[in-house]
């Protein structure tokens, strides 16, 4: 909901001391819940199971019930208790809900699932039941596996909670970045009026307002905070593939400061998406989601409706569209 | 010789989605250009287009008969008209039996329902060959329908035509059913023909090289002038004769759909306007308990005797009753929009900007002038609306009841991706294309493709981008509403199908709200708003690990370090001012108190930003020019603005104040300006605003001047009402 999207505000709200929790098994509710930090009433944000991508708010409660009385000690334990189907718990394990209570990492949680079916052996539940504890079905000899770079576990992180609360995915490519000159954003928005510097950053919230005539407004966001850029139409339609197919700009240009309000207005643009995929060193794209506020992706809104004459058949062929700075 | 006449009964419009592939007015200026009298309209299964046929109709001057094509489940299609508004239910409510059946976008209906609903419906059966079968469908349609059954004579290019023309006819005659002739017209003109064979193709999820014979066989669909037709069908005149004879049989308009809004009874043996003033008097008592103002006072007495002579009672009772519904059920819940500038809306708890405090103008929300149905809307706890809704289902009934639709049409980049599909070209490269457009609002032209280095020598790769053009504006399927419902008092589905929806438990009207509007039926708005889900979690969390109880209206007002942090622009995640444009204006505007709010919100709108009235506001707020008022009345309007008309209210005030416009014209220049892109309507209010200014002794410039501001911002302004209702959501929310 609103014009942002859940990584922003969880970043914004850490940038204002409030110190937010990982999804966990053990504590996470649907919802996100407060929990206590010692005893001076203060608290802490714990990031609900609705934000794990495809898990089933029935499945989410069928495990929020079956740990009421006692919590889970193991994946066996939570696949029996719980009878939810192995693959919302394979979503789980993906959103890395097993590391802060259960102490497994996402491969390893992933490799115990491998192991489980939807429903458990029936011998082996007659078993559990009889013995008051959980009955293991197979014993494996105990292997280790090679943790996932750190790189990895934020593209994971961003793929299946939509946010991360390790390090921001720009901060593995800051040396490079300083290699190319380019700074952050946090510096960018501090130089004074008139500097020509190159600053790079997740694009976060592309713009056109039908009042500025064609002109984007682009929000990117690194490690140290968001920068606001400007890019004039001539600029826009020069790098018109690069601003509406990436998710990793570069934006060389000039501070313009007005007051308390600062913008990079853009003279080039660079596609780094390349270097943002290679965070997790695989191939495959970041998975950056995108907010309302993204008008590159969602559309914009349009011809506002209540302008339109009522009764007067609106968005038929012949309503004059906005059309924005067609190149002619 | 006599020039021929002639009607077309059977046209298709693009609202047989992926079927036609014109719109309405295309068909209807055509027949116009043509000399056709009448046409009638009969998408498949469906009456989703027939009120902008409607409105097509009206303004060509053609006439519409209204009808449908039903295709029944044993394969014999056949048209029907309704005579009468009684037989015209009647389809309405066979068409929403079948929808029920068949589920969304489905129609399942066999020959006795049909025979069911039958009466006063006029039926052309649409033949194959003249064989059995055919036999069979003229006998029992003869039986069913009498003197009412008929069958088409259409020619379909292909071989043995005239002998196929010959055999109906000799077999219509030998079952006594009379025949009609009919071009089953796809589309207004040849040109439309690619189109018309790209859209079957994406209808059948093809390429076209793949659409061999489920492509329409012949060339000629589209409307053909009546000499032409009596040229085709020389043999058969009194089957040309008869389409003006089904033509004056088929009276029946929709203009006589006259609505009525459902019977509010809630308090026993009052009627609706008298209930509305108990409660109404009420509320008051209950908002201003140390007495009603005397300001307040007048102002409901203005806004009852309006309501009652306009009979809105009853949907204000309703929108009342749904609220506190949502009340009972703690969901929170605020109206929205221009009703907040009803007195009796805040005393009802409706809405919450406190009339005492704010100058409220009940003329922007509902005019004698305008005659037009109020519209309130209603936000709700997003995840927990479902719940209103079906409460809204359940009183008033599922067959009284039903969420309007919206018609989803294509864009460039839908566009693109489908016709590229349908002509072959790999994913990967409509893809590309598609990613290159911005939003919905632009199309992409050669020079865009060029730059992408593709070969537009290519002829698939050309034939895509025009035809995506072409297609842009075209009705793909139908949705729902985020939230509009109709009610009516008697049964809905005898004005207007009802079908199913995706959602479990919801049903939908076949027609849109503008469909609506032009119909003049009311709606009520059950609107989803994301921060109200988000307030009432955190009022639970408060209340559960703080123990504070607090709700919209408790939250502290005017609380000092909630504005310290607006006014840092530290505002990510709070309502309406995290956006980018406000959190810049917050630096300039440097909210202190509610209504700075109030301004912020509104300020950062085309409208302003357009009429240059933001930095002439800001200059003045920061002291950097005077604040002058030519008189004293324009000082009571704009004095807490700066002079500067920011919202509508503002701008209908100064009409009146300073030009003498009564509150309904006030209204009408509102509307104009917003419209007048379209109807070029503003020029005579111009006169009148310039002329009655100067009158009033208003210097030419200073005249002119405020034009330019109302003109600016007649369209994408915010009314001040709706301003303050979204600045008290932005507080709360900060």
């Not at chain 2, 457009?437 to 919905?440: C, D, I, K, T």
């Not at chain 2, 504006?473 to 793909?476: D, L």
């Not at chain 2, 505002?571 to 995290?578: A, K, L, N, S, Y």
């Given at each position: 909901m609103g014009f942002y999207l859940p990584a922003q505000i969880v970043r914004d709200a850490q940038v204002h001391g409030v110190e937010i929790r990982p999804v966990c098994v053990?504590?996470?509710?649907w919802d996100c819940t407060l929990e206590p930090i010692g005893e001076d009433g203060r608290f802490a944000v714990r990031v609900g199971l609705?934000?794990?991508?495809?898990?089933?708010n029935a499945d989410a409660a069928a495990i929020v019930a079956a740990r009421a009385n006692e919590a889970f000690a193991s994946i066996d334990d939570l696949w029996q208790r719980a009878g939810v189907p192995a693959a919302s718990l394979v979503q789980l394990a993906e959103a890395d809900?097993?590391?802060?209570?259960?102490?497994?990492?996402r491969r390893e949680a992933l490799w115990a699932l491998?192991?489980?079916?939807?429903e458990p052996l029936p011998l082996f539940a007659a078993a559990s039941a009889r013995e008051q504890q959980t009955v293991s079905e197979i014993h494996e000899p105990a292997l280790t596996l090679r943790p996932m770079t750190a790189g990895r576990e934020v593209v994971e992180d961003y793929g299946h909670?939509?946010?991360?609360?390790?390090?921001?995915?720009?901060s593995f490519l800051r040396a490079d970045l300083a290699r190319r000159r380019i700074v952050t954003c946090r510096d960018a928005m501090q130089a004074r009026d008139g500097r020509w510097l190159e600053a790079a950053g997740l694009v976060l919230v592309r713009q056109r307002p039908g009042s500025a005539k064609g002109v984007m407004f682009l929000t990117m966001e690194d490690e140290t905070g968001a920068a606001n850029v400007v890019v004039w139409v001539k600029v826009f339609e020069k790098f018109r593939r690069v601003l509406l197919s990436s998710s990793m700009l570069a934006v060389r240009g000039k501070i313009q400061r007005e007051g308390e309000v600062v913008h990079l207005v853009a003279h080039s643009l660079t596609d780094l998406s390349g270097e943002l995929a290679s965070v997790g060193n695989?191939?495959?794209?970041?998975?950056l989601p995108h907010g309302r506020g993204d008008e590159a992706h969602?559309?914009?809104?349009?011809?506002?409706?209540?302008?339109m004459p009522k009764?007067?058949?609106?968005?038929?062929?012949?309503i004059p569209r906005c059309r924005l700075s067609r190149s002619r | 010789m006599t020039t021929p006449r002639y009607a077309e009964l059977q046209v298709t419009s693009h609202f047989s989605f992926l079927r036609g592939a014109s719109s309405c007015d295309d068909l209807f200026a055509q027949a116009a250009a043509l000399g056709i009298e009448a046409l009638a309209v009969v998408d498949r299964n469906s009456l989703a287009g027939i009120v902008r046929a409607h409105q097509a109709a009206k303004d060509t001057g053609i006439r519409l008969i209204v009808g449908c094509r039903l295709d029944l489940v044993d394969g014999m299609s056949l048209l029907v008209y309704p005579t009468d508004r009684a037989a015209y239910s009647r389809l309405c409510r066979l068409l929403t039996l079948g929808k029920k059946r068949g589920g969304k976008a489905q129609c399942r209906l066999e020959w006795d329902d049909l025979a069911d609903y039958a009466e006063g419906l006029i039926a052309v059966l649409v033949p194959g060959r003249a064989d059995d079968t055919c036999a069979l469908q003229l006998r029992r349609l003869r039986e069913t329908f009498g003197d009412r059954a008929y069958l088409a004579l259409t020619?379909?290019?292909?071989?043995?035509d005239q002998v196929r023309l010959h055999q109906l006819s000799n077999l219509a005659t030998q079952m006594r059913v009379p025949t009609v002739v009919t071009?089953?017209?796809?589309?207004?003109?040849?040109?439309?023909r690619i189109l018309q064979d790209v859209v079957t193709a994406i209808r059948h999820n093809i390429t076209i090289d793949e659409l061999g014979f489920r492509r329409?066989?012949?060339?000629?669909?589209y409307l053909k002038p009546p000499e032409e037709m009596a040229r085709l069908f020389s043999r058969y005149p009194e089957a040309l004769a008869r389409t003006l004879e089904i033509a004056r049989q088929c009276?029946?308009?929709?203009?006589?759909?006259a609505y009525q809004y459902p019977e509010e009874k809630?308090?026993?043996?009052?009627?609706a306007q008298q209930a509305l003033r108990q409660l109404t008097w009420e509320g008051a008592a209950r908002r201003y308990p140390e007495g009603v103002p005397d300001k307040v006072v007048a102002l409901i007495e203005h806004e009852l005797r309006l309501i009652e002579i306009l009979q809105y009672a009853p949907y204000f009772l309703t929108v009342n009753a749904i609220v506190q519904f949502a009340r009972s059920k703690d969901i929170l819940c605020q109206g929205r929009g221009s009703?907040?500038?009803?007195a009796v809306c805040y005393v009802l708890g409706i809405?919450?900007?406190?009339p005492e405090r704010n100058n409220l103008l009940f003329e922007r929300f509902v005019s004698q002038e305008r005659n037009e149905p109020p519209d309130i809307d209603v936000d709700f706890e997003h995840e927990r609306r479902e719940i209103v809704m079906q409460w809204v289902y359940e009183t008033y009934g599922r067959d009284h009841s039903a969420l309007c639709s919206t018609v989803v049409r294509y864009h460039t980049k839908g566009g693109v991706r489908d016709i590229g599909k349908a002509l072959g070209l790999p994913e990967d490269l409509t893809k590309l294309l598609s990613s290159q457009?911005?939003?919905?609002e632009e199309g992409i032209d050669e020079k865009r493709a060029q730059d992408l280095?593709?070969?537009?020598?290519d002829r698939r790769l050309r034939l895509t981008l025009e035809l995506a053009q072409q297609l842009e504006?075209?009705?793909?399927h139908l949705s729902q509403h985020p939230g509009g419902f109709v009610l009516t008092n008697d049964r809905l589905d005898d004005l207007v199908p009802i079908e199913p929806a995706r959602m479990v438990d919801r049903q939908v009207i076949e027609w849109d709200k503008d469909d609506i509007d032009i119909l003049k039926f009311m709606k009520v708005d059950v609107l989803a708003l994301g921060m109200l889900t988000c307030m009432k979690r955190s009022f639970d969390l408060l209340a559960e690990h703080k123990g504070m109880t607090l709700d919209l209206a408790t939250?502290?007002?005017?609380?000092p370090a909630t504005y310290t942090m607006i006014r840092k622009a530290d505002?990510?995640?709070?309502?309406?001012?995290?956006s980018r444009a406000q959190m810049s204006m917050l630096h300039r505007i440097k909210p202190r108190t509610f209504y700075d709010l109030v301004v912020e919100v509104a300020i950062v709108r085309p409208g302003p930003i357009q009429g240059d009235m933001v930095h002439p506001y800001l200059r003045r707020r920061e002291g950097k020019e005077p604040v002058e008022f030519p008189t004293p009345e324009l000082e009571r309007v704009l004095g807490k603005t700066l002079g500067v008309p920011l919202f509508q209210e503002q701008a209908m005030q100064v009409a009146m104040v300073c030009?003498?416009?009564s509150a309904g014209e006030a209204d009408q220049l509102r509307r104009a300006m917003a419209t007048f892109k379209h109807t070029g309507g503003v020029s005579k209010f111009r006169d009148k605003l310039i002329g009655g200014m100067i009158a009033n002794g208003y210097t030419p410039e200073f005249a002119a001047t405020t034009f330019k501001q109302l003109e600016g911002f007649g369209?994408?302004?915010?009314?001040e009402s709706h301003a303050a209702s979204f600045a008290l959501v932005a507080y709360a929310s900060s």
């Open positions: 053990n504590t996470s509710r609705r934000l794990v991508k495809g898990l089933a809900a097993f590391r802060s209570d259960l102490g497994l990492a491998k192991g489980l079916r939807d909670v939509g946010l991360t609360l390790r390090n921001h995915p720009l695989r191939e495959t794209p970041f998975p969602h559309g914009g809104p349009g011809l506002d409706p209540r302008s009764g007067l058949r609106p968005r038929t062929s012949s | 020619l379909r290019r292909r071989p043995n071009n089953d017209v796809l589309f207004h003109e040849p040109g439309q329409e066989r012949h060339a000629d669909r009276r029946f308009s929709l203009d006589e759909l809630m308090l026993p043996g009052l009627t009703a907040a500038n009803s809405t919450s900007i406190d457009v911005w939003g919905h280095n593709l070969n537009l020598a504006g075209t009705p793909r939250i502290p007002a005017e609380d505002t990510i995640g709070v309502f309406q001012i995290e030009a003498g416009f369209s994408y302004g915010f009314p």
